[in-house]
Nanobody, 124 residues
């Protein structure tokens, strides 16, 4: 069993940055790939990016490439999402999730455990 708690969301102006954190409890964290997803009102959940169990491989969705960066600290059971050059279209609830696999899979069914989400709102 893995419990995930996101933090770091909030209101930011377009062009600004935010860093989301996801604290995990449970013994399987260090052996699981972790993913970040987001969901805006009226839209489907979207893969933002993921990181392999070791942190050696990252994979990003098209909307995140070049602007967002994912990292993890297995000693702290925490994964991070650094978001730069934020745009109004990045407004959404952001979720972290733990995969059933050690490598990144960019689809939601691969993820077994989910956090409650944190709201990110980008103003113009």
């Amino acid at each position: 069993q893995v419990q995930l708690v996101e933090s770091g969301g909030g209101l930011v102006q377009a062009g600004g940055s935010l860093r989301l954190s996801c604290a995990a409890s449970g013994r399987t964290f260090s052996s699981s790939a972790m993913g970040w997803f987001r969901q805006a009102p009226g839209k489907e959940r979207e893969f933002v990016g993921g990181i392999s169990w070791s942190g050696g491989t990252t994979n990003y969705g098209d909307s995140a490439k070049g602007r967002f960066a994912i990292s993890r600290d297995n000693a702290k059971n925490t994964v991070y999402l650094q978001m730069n050059m934020l745009e109004r279209e990045d407004t959404a609830v952001y979720y972290c999730a733990a995969s059933r696999w050690p490598s990144v899979v960019p689809t939601a069914p691969a993820y077994v455990y989910w956090g409650q989400g944190t709201q990110v709102t980008v103003s113009t």
